[in-house]
């Protein structure tokens, strides 16, 4: 073969006149009226070729999907054909030949997959070969690249804290422990401490690295391993300038996506995006209120939001307010983290971030004075000179201004903007309590 | 207090002759001919006040380094200070009073850090405070943006695969294992293995990500958790089109960190950048031969190129070529792992690459021939069938193209970049077998 530069599949078209040479996967081949069509992937999407030659058809014969090929051929214009363009006249190399079916078919939407969803991930390697499945995770990298865009935007550090830790952050059971050269180590459920530590050091910091929840329940939302955004910014006056930041955040990253991504986001019947640059915020009480005037059912004894309001909310805030972002405010102190901040009459200084019907994140000043700290972590039971916690009480006792943050999952945020059913359709190899492979 | 915007330290200047509001930490507070003067720092840096005023002076006594506090004053110029400016007649307000004082020094060069290591590290929560420290961990971060900017520019996919996995990747002892739901599970060694599936999805990804090694050396060199940067590249003619990319990479990250943090890193009194667009390749056996010429020393029976040397043909480049950063190839086959790919004459188709004289990485075209994989496989004694392998296997039955890529640490380009004596001292929070906190 003649020596040539390799053209995209999305770029023949550019080319139409000229020969190109293409480089890909065998997507699909068929016979139509007495044609074979294959369509060949590459990283920009797929290009058709249509190929006449009897030598050239029988390279392909036994051939199946996955097969890698170099085809040389003419470009040509052809508006019916996906990417507008054609190749003709094709010369075919066959670079490594695949010979047995793709265990899952990988050229039908996302409506056509298997329901059962273990059948999708025990195929995965080979299922996300699907261009929608693909453009999930398109949209998932460029999503954690605007959210970065803006921390650097707003002076945020980018920082990088141990998962290998001496205790159990949150707390709880939910804890995978490991022998770390005779002593137990933990793998940390969240970088909360050492985000915290780092205000001391740059006032805003963010972190995007995996977290540990040994979940035991098997259900659609649980996973034991996720990728977290965690944030953290001092010399705040409040908790409602961390959720200014954040509703900057989503707006700037939401808005972002559904314009660089209309398409994609269109072929995946993900939900037209309803939001306002400044998210409603409703106390909990008026939640509750407006909850029970329009279904009858009274909540006010709840300490939470039930899912059933998170749902309504989101739903009567995109109504009413154009937004289906919403804070609820006023959480109660019985909701609380050692680490948070406690507010007016039995409230926290917090508020819980809702987006299309779930909580997102929660959202809370820290409490950042040394004494009353010692007292909140002494009231949860936490020893604070325990290794685990000794050096994060050291930050304070050398001074941490007032401070507030929040970490939410990438996983369950790039669900619900494509408007997945399951988290782990979010992650590219899931981890639960029944998979740890692939 | 009045109600005013906060203005960063290093914006004061701009202020001169208004009266400005600073919020931060005492950093430092000394008497000089009757006035005190305190340095207040934030995340933008220092700015000098001058108190003169006896109740503010009364307000500050007792107070030490890491106090929060708030000043209003008048911002004046004052080229002899720290960022140019000043603020005089200042009215203080302390936010958070700190009355012990800092268990490690904060306002020397790094020059007079502890010379003992556990010092700094049992130290680290307040000694990051140090401006010189923070300065490290800012050209961290931006490093991380630099690499990520360049590899969007070239079409990778940034992916998240899992760290809780089946199989050790990487083989050898140096593995942590743990307790998952009744299963063994492991600790990602790399993303090797997945970041080679995801090659048949996207052609090119990458992630930074943590990577877990059981070192059971305690020595400069290992840390037990490091943060990778790692990518993947498809459809190459050979391991030299990963060579090109590193290259391309490293040269705009680095220049761009020399030109970006030009200041900061003659502060950390690093090594000025000696280096070409194109990186010098040499064979091992040219490197042997050279070194021989000039030391006198027969390397020549060695399997891999000695500390010595690698220092030593660093040196050697930069001084005839102007390039720090330099390619050794024709690695011999048996520093190959199993999913290398074989060259000529015993040679693996990877080069190193050396850069102020250490191995940053190895980067290997690898073999993508499903039956070539299984032999060499076996040959390693891997079971392609078991758990934390059959995916693996899977992605090559199903077709992948020629690729490469490479993986290296980011703490360990930090420690070259800066200078730095020990990779620990680019990592906020190491990690190693006698060190689990903070």
């Given at each position: 073969m003649i020596l040539m530069e390799r053209v995209l599949a999305g770029d023949v078209k550019k080319h139409a006149g000229k020969k190109v040479?293409?480089?890909?996967?065998?997507?699909?081949?068929?016979l139509l009226g007495g044609l074979t069509f294959i369509a060949v992937r590459d990283r920009s999407g797929l290009i058709q070729v249509v190929v006449q030659d009897k030598s050239e058809v029988e390279k392909l014969r036994g051939l199946q999907t996955g097969t890698v090929v170099k085809v040389i051929g003419q470009a040509v214009d052809e508006p019916r054909a996906p990417g507008g363009a054609e190749i003709h006249e094709p010369e075919i190399e066959i670079i490594v030949p695949v010979e047995v079916e793709p265990p899952i078919e990988i050229d039908k939407p996302l409506s056509h997959r298997p329901e059962n969803l273990d059948t999708l991930f025990d195929q995965r390697v080979i299922g996300l070969r699907n261009l929608d499945e693909a453009k999930i995770f398109r949209i998932r990298s460029d999503l954690l690249r605007y959210i970065r865009e803006f921390l650097y935007k707003n002076d945020f550090v980018e920082i990088n804290t141990p998962k290998l830790v001496a205790g159990a952050a949150e707390g709880g059971a939910e804890v995978f422990k490991l022998d770390y050269f005779g002593k137990e180590a933990t793998l940390a459920q969240s970088p909360q401490l050492y985000k915290q530590i780092m205000v001391g050091v740059f006032e805003r910091v963010f972190e995007i690295a995996p977290a540990?929840?040994?979940?035991?329940?098997?259900?659609t939302r649980h996973v034991s391993e996720v990728t977290m955004l965690d944030i953290e910014m001092g010399f705040i006056k409040d908790h409602n300038e961390v959720l200014d930041m954040l509703q900057g955040l989503l707006y700037e990253v939401l808005t972002r996506v559904y314009q660089e991504h209309a398409d994609d986001l269109k072929t995946l019947k993900s939900p037209d995006l309803t939001l306002t640059?400044?998210?409603?915020?409703?106390?909990?009480?008026?939640?509750?209120?407006?909850?029970q005037r329009e279904t009858g059912v009274d909540t006010s004894n709840e300490i939470d939001l039930t899912p059933d309001e998170e749902k309504w909310i989101c739903e009567y805030s995109k109504k009413n307010n154009g937004c289906e972002a919403v804070f609820a405010t006023g959480l109660p102190e019985s909701k609380m983290k050692f680490y948070h901040m406690k507010g007016d009459n039995g409230t926290a200084k917090s508020a819980d971030l809702l987006f299309r019907g779930i909580e997102l994140a929660t959202v809370?000043?820290?409490?950042?004075?040394?004494?009353?700290?010692?007292?909140q972590m002494k009231a949860s039971g936490i020893d604070p000179e325990s290794p685990g916690f000794s050096h994060f009480v050291t930050a304070f006792r050398h001074g941490l201004p007032p401070h507030g943050g929040c970490g939410f999952g990438i996983d369950r945020l790039t669900e619900k903007v494509i408007g997945l059913g399951n988290v782990k359709e979010a992650i590219l190899f899931p981890r639960d309590i029944n998979r740890l492979a692939p």
């Open positions: 040479l293409v480089e890909g996967w065998l997507h699909k081949k068929r540990f929840r040994a979940e035991l329940s098997a259900t640059a400044k998210f409603p915020r409703y106390s909990m009480k008026e939640i509750h209120e407006l909850y809370p000043q820290r409490e950042h004075r040394h004494e009353n700290l010692l007292a």
